[in-house]
């Protein structure tokens, strides 16, 4: 590989972020530009945008190996991630946000919820779920980020850190919302040549669709005796009804991962940004089509590459990338693509972790500027602007500091634990909030905090995985996890959290007064 | 079916591909519906309405 043509490429790229960075700054002239990009995004901008920052490089590298080693089963992520993701996300709730955040002022998910509920309790606690959940993951990102900087262009990783967030704070910063989608939508559109690239390439070096599957599906003897013993039937196959392969697919992945993206602070936001029900629809269509060429390509090629490493190595994809689930991916792109397509794919992954990082950050800095700061000292108008500027400086440094002192056994489940905690709190009230007039604002903190609870509860003494990398159980119960017996420990904080807050939500709602009539016409002004 | 015996991992990859092209169909199939006007192009239009109803009325002699 040429280190130097590597770098002039990535030269030219960051040139072309920083230019559409400096075109975000010089359109922001009030908050509305910075925090909801003045509401009058273009539909491909939107919807490239929510596809960038809804897919990092976490999804195509990390679930990617996880279909290298499990196999296709995880394409039940890349149904939702379409179906509930971009579908019933874009045209049941983005038309609802987009009208009633209009209706009420909003500029961001807290404050939209804060102000249907006419509390502002509401806003800053919520402001403070994203302020302090969304950095683990933020810093997830970070660090994969700066280890593939790393290793490619051969930067000291430490400089690496350092160099990466600078120049993302640097453009969310001063562009604000505009500054951060104009260089998604550049971004996505990297994301998709490659991952376009890569499938057809895949497909056609493995003598096409139905002969690629067929040497995958004639495979299931090669299939280790451990993975066999978790419920691993084949690659072309479900996990065995039950077992705990069964339960992490189907309860982390496609409850957690599938449905927690519709309460996602950093996405709902995206709603807000257009100026009619009409761009939405012609987003859906964008949408649709990004996102399958995203987690559809990354699962397929991620367990086809079984067959590649078998007929040229002799080994399958998880002994060919010794061990590491995560190197299967970057491992077989090395092996199976030629030279130009290394680039172009490094190209990918750089975006996909800006495109989403830069979105964290802007969403942590709404969250405690806008969301904590001026809601807990009374302020209004004016000065959301820099508040909101140094909030965003404050997530990047927290996030860098993360990223240097955290362990990694902390710092993997961070994902887990913020989109666990974003559905638990977010959902069932901003699905009541949209849908259901009756939804008071008692019910609606009561929920949210039962969710956000159950869900910390969950993390901590329940699911295995998060509780024995934070050993908080360990120290109080003197045990790893609170309940052994399978499936709980495999189990996901979602599949409890979610109902406890919703049944929480109705029946304390159902238990206290309606709320008045004319704010609730306010809100649902223009809404069927 | 293209390869693939299990049909729950065949029919969640034909999933896959039909929702996408859901998301298709519905974005043209909605492609010019639901445009709403900008405040100051409703107003415009309102007072170009009373500019022409009051030369209307000027020409009959009303």
Not at chain 1, 37 to 50: D, E, Q, W
Not at chain 1, 268 to 286: C, D, G, H, P, Y
Not at chain 1, 453 to 475: C, D, N, P, R, Y
Request: charged residues 10%.
């Amino acid at each position: 590989m040429d280190i130097i043509l590597l770098n002039i490429i990535i030269l030219v790229y960051i040139l072309a972020v920083g230019y559409l960075g400096y075109r975000g700054w010089r359109e922001t002239r009030d908050s509305a530009d910075y925090m909801v990009a003045g509401r009058k995004i273009h539909p491909y901008v939107m919807a490239m945008s929510y596809g960038a920052t809804f897919i990092s490089t976490s999804a195509i590298v990390g679930f990617g190996g996880t279909a290298g080693l499990f196999g296709m089963g995880l394409l039940w992520l890349t149904f939702l991630n379409i179906f509930v993701g971009i579908f019933i996300a874009f045209v049941v709730f983005g038309k609802r946000t987009r009208r009633m955040g209009h209706n009420l002022s909003a500029m961001t998910f807290p404050e939209l919820l804060a102000r249907r509920f006419e509390s502002r309790f509401i806003q800053y606690f919520g402001g403070l779920v994203i302020f302090l959940g969304m950095p683990m993951y933020a810093s997830v990102v970070l660090i994969g980020a700066a280890r593939f900087i790393e290793t490619t262009l051969a930067i000291d990783f430490d400089l690496a850190l350092m160099l990466f967030s600078v120049i993302i704070a640097a453009y969310v910063v001063l562009g604000g919302l505009k500054g951060v989608m104009y260089t998604d939508a550049l971004q996505a559109t990297i994301m998709f040549v490659g991952m376009a690239f890569l499938l057809v390439m895949t497909y056609s070096h493995l003598g096409g669709i139905a002969p690629a599957h067929q040497a995958l599906t004639g495979m299931a003897n090669l299939v280790p005796a451990n993975l066999a013993s978790m419920g691993h039937l084949g690659w072309t196959a479900m996990p065995a009804f039950g077992s705990a392969w069964w339960w992490t697919l189907v309860s982390t992945l496609v409850l957690g991962v599938g449905i927690g993206v519709l309460a996602m602070p950093q996405l709902v936001v995206r709603f807000m940004t257009v100026k009619s029900s009409r761009e939405i629809n012609r987003a859906v269509l964008v949408g649709g089509i990004f996102i399958l060429m995203m987690t559809g390509v990354a699962f397929v090629v991620g367990a086809l590459s079984n067959v590649y490493f078998v007929q040229n190595e002799g080994v399958i994809a998880i002994a060919a990338a010794s061990g590491n689930s995560d190197s299967i991916i970057p491992v077989y792109i090395n092996a199976a693509m030629p030279e130009w397509f290394v680039y172009i794919f490094m190209l990918t992954l750089l975006a996909a972790a800006m495109s989403t990082l830069s979105s964290q950050f802007h969403a942590q800095g709404t969250a405690i500027g806008r969301d904590v700061y001026e809601t807990l000292v009374g302020m209004r108008g004016g000065r959301s602007i820099p508040i909101t500027r140094i909030g965003i400086i404050i997530a990047v440094v927290v996030a860098v500091i993360l990223g240097y002192v955290l362990p990694p056994s902390i710092i993997a489940p961070g994902t887990a634990i913020f989109f666990g905690l974003c559905a638990a709190a977010f959902l069932p009230m901003y699905a009541c909030a949209l849908f259901w007039r009756r939804a008071t604002r008692a019910g609606a903190i009561a929920g949210m905090v039962a969710g956000t609870f159950a869900s910390l509860f969950w993390l901590v003494f329940v699911h295995q995985k998060e509780a024995i990398a934070l050993g908080i159980a360990k120290m109080i119960l003197g045990r790893d996890v609170l309940i052994a017996s399978m499936p709980w420990p495999v189990v996901d904080p979602i599949v409890v959290a979610l109902p406890v807050s919703l049944v929480v939500t109705v029946a304390v709602s159902l238990a206290t007064k309606p709320p008045a009539a004319d704010h609730v016409e306010k809100c649902f002004e223009g809404i069927d | 079916m293209l390869g693939i015996n299990d049909p729950w991992i065949l029919g969640v990859y034909l999933l896959s591909v039909l929702s996408a092209l859901l998301c298709v169909a519905y974005g043209l199939a909605n492609w010019n519906r639901g445009g709403e006007k900008e405040a100051n192009e409703i107003r415009e239009e309102v007072s170009w309405e009373k500019g022409e109803t009051s030369m209307e009325e000027k020409e009959l002699g009303l």
